[in-house]
Nanobody, 122 residues
């Protein structure tokens, strides 16, 4: 049973990246998914959430209009499309799967993936 985030990298300000959150060993469409990010020494932030069906999404204010969360249940994968990236978006991004939609409490999540580093710098 594994949840794996990928797609991070180094990008210039204004650039784009698409992160993927792929599940193995369990069915992702049984869960709501949240993307979190964290910078060492700073508080973890919830970035975007998507419901089990994909009908509901929520975003952190600072990423609204720039990030889009989506899911392809047939591929057992959730995506985070990030555009117009800013240096303050630099962080380790990771995904978590849980029954509760958009919970800020990591204890509400049944599965959490390893993170992927996103660095926005010129």
């Amino acid at each position: 049973v594994q949840l794996q985030a990928s797609g991070g990298g180094l990008v210039q300000p204004g650039g784009s990246l698409r992160l993927s959150c792929a599940a193995s060993g369990f069915t992702l469409d049984d869960y709501a998914i949240t993307w979190f990010r964290q910078v060492p020494g700073k508080k973890r932030e919830g970035v975007a959430c998507i419901s089990k069906s994909g009908d509901s999404t929520s975003y952190r204010g600072s990423v609204k209009g720039r990030f889009t969360i989506s899911r392809d249940n047939a591929k057992n994968t959730v995506y985070l499309q990030m555009s117009n990236l800013k240096p303050e978006d630099t962080a380790v991004y990771y995904c978590a799967a849980g029954v509760r939609y958009c919970s800020a409490n990591l204890n509400d999540y049944d599965h959490r993936g390893q993170g992927t580093q996103v660095t926005v710098s010129s």
